[in-house]
């Protein structure tokens, strides 16, 4: 936590594109609510358009192809109470439009590819989550989209995905180890050689020793907990739900990981998993439950990534209420 008096808290969300950070900023819009939230889009900090990338033979994704002192300049602005002129990436276009002004605001969420690539603008951010999706599930959801929606051929998706892969591991990838929580997606464990993704397995990696953040743990904290939930007080169809929990090392980094594989049936039994989670920092008993079943149609809703991103939004507004009663605190208090 870096917030003094005066400065509004800076989040940062990071992760390739396709990969849930639009459902994410929408469970965040419930916690905090739209008036108090200023989202920022990082692409708008490219510092070539399409047609340049194109000539230079750079991705988006490499940090050649934005501007990463107009981004530190512009973010630490904001944090400092001040207005900024913020440029504007057309994604239509491809070009760059004529820039906006931004007004500062108690939340700023910057979003991305390159939200902890910086360590300036790392330096900034009082909370920050990695949203992290195995090769076999993004290539999946990918295939399905693209497809399904924008008449990509199999071959094409394949071919875009492959092309990205250098950058990707070489300037995104990277950004995980820095991050205060990764939520990462992959194939289920439950079924074996499970080809379609549909059924999902979600880590919750939890950085500890970060001030003011508690992570989550299930029954005991600190012990390791293989947990199969289904019975008479949850419903579960095949292949069932099973949740773990215990310490590890993350990038020479400890941490506390909370996996839950399998999908709930019903949404309002989540209550009795809830019941069994610690420090969630929930305002009052069931809220957890209620968030994710005020949207059930959101992605991931029913699996470990609905849950895991509620967990974390709830994790943001309690280092966002921490942040604001300590700059409530009278100047004499703190002399």
Not at 39 to 65: F, G
Not at 317 to 327: C, E, I, N, V
Request: proline share 4%; glycine share 8%; with cysteine.
């Amino acid at each position: 936590m870096t917030s003094k008096e005066g400065q509004v808290v800076v989040i940062g969300v990071a992760g390739d594109s396709g990969c849930g950070k639009s459902t994410f900023l929408r469970r965040l819009i419930d916690l905090f609510g739209e008036e108090l939230m200023t989202v920022i889009c990082l692409d708008d900090y490219h510092s070539l358009d399409r047609k340049q990338r194109k000539e230079q033979k750079v991705t988006a994704l490499n940090p050649k192809a934005n501007n990463f002192d107009l981004m530190y300049e512009q973010i630490k602005a904001l944090k400092e109470g001040k207005t900024i002129d913020k440029p504007i990436y057309n994604h239509e276009t491809g070009e760059l439009d004529p820039p906006e002004k931004v007004e500062p605001n108690k939340i700023v969420v910057i979003e991305g590819l390159h939200p902890l690539y910086d360590e300036r603008v790392r330096g900034l951010l009082d909370f920050s989550v990695y949203l992290d999706i195995s090769d076999e599930v993004k290539i999946n959801w990918k295939i399905q989209r693209d497809m399904a929606e924008r008449g990509h051929t199999y071959e094409d998706v394949l071919a875009a995905i492959n092309a990205r892969k250098p950058d990707f591991e070489a300037y995104i990838d990277v950004q995980k180890q820095y991050a205060d929580v990764v939520i990462q997606i992959l194939p289920t464990e439950l079924i074996p050689d499970d080809k379609e993704n549909k059924i999902l397995r979600v880590r919750l990696i939890q950085r500890e020793g970060i001030a003011g953040f508690e992570p989550v743990y299930l029954f005991d904290e600190g012990s390791t907990i293989n947990w199969i939930p289904c019975g008479r007080k949850l419903t579960c169809s095949y292949p069932g739900l099973r949740m773990n929990y215990g310490p590890d090392s993350y990038y020479g980094n400890e941490v506390s990981v909370l996996e839950l594989d399998g999908e709930f049936d019903r949404l309002e039994e989540v209550i009795y998993v809830e019941s069994h989670l610690s420090n969630t920092s929930t305002k009052h008993y069931g809220e957890m439950t209620e968030l994710l079943l005020k949207h059930s149609d959101y992605p991931g809703s029913k699996n470990g990534s609905g849950l895991f991103q509620v967990l974390v939004g709830l994790k943001m507004r309690a280092t966002y209420d921490a942040l604001m009663a300590k700059s409530r605190v009278p100047a004499e208090a703190m002399a």
